[in-house]
């Protein structure tokens, strides 16, 4: 398994994981997730700009990480693993590469929102070193992308240091 940046020729693949992943949350509150995917306009730009990485086995995307900078944080959009490789720790590693490389970059932190409801959302982020911050300790850039996304108040904000 190998993690490098995404190209634009990868979108009809990282489009692939979207669906494959957001299977996992069929009969959830979060079934609206089901079937929802990116556009490729949308992953255009993070792609551009070194914004997306993509875990590849055997030539084959089995996941993707999308982020932004937020502030002095890397702030991680959307972390996706298909579900033929799910359970294998290729969230950890695009986690973990991407961390390495925020630190090169000068962040002090990853930030993200996850639901806080389902057992293999916040607690995973929390076995990966994050931890879930409270309203006053959420910086404005980060409680504006937590307010943004369905449901806030199913949702939490959290932070790993670097």
């Not at 551009?48 to 993509?54: A, C, L, S, T």
């Not at 993707?64 to 972390?79: A, S």
Request: aromatic share 8%; glycine share 6%.
């Amino acid at each position: 398994m190998r993690v490098r940046p995404a190209l634009v020729a990868d979108i009809p693949e990282i489009i692939a994981v979207e669906l494959s992943a957001g299977a996992l949350f069929a009969g959830t509150h979060m079934d609206w997730a089901v079937g929802e995917v990116s556009t490729p306009e949308e992953l255009a730009t993070p792609i551009e700009h070194g914004h997306i990485w993509v875990a590849e086995e055997s030539e084959e995307i089995a996941g993707y990480l999308c982020g932004e900078p937020l502030g002095d944080h890397f702030y991680i959009e959307e972390v996706s693993v298909a579900a033929a490789y799910q359970r294998r720790g290729i969230g950890r590693l695009l986690i973990d590469t991407v961390a390495d490389e925020a630190r090169r970059q000068g962040f002090s932190a990853l930030s993200l929102t996850t639901d806080r409801t389902l057992p293999w959302n916040a607690p995973y982020y929390e076995r990966l070193g994050f931890r879930t911050l409270t309203s006053e300790q959420t910086p404005s850039p980060l409680a504006a992308e937590l307010a943004a996304k369905p449901n806030p108040h199913l949702r939490c904000a959290m932070l790993r240091d670097l």
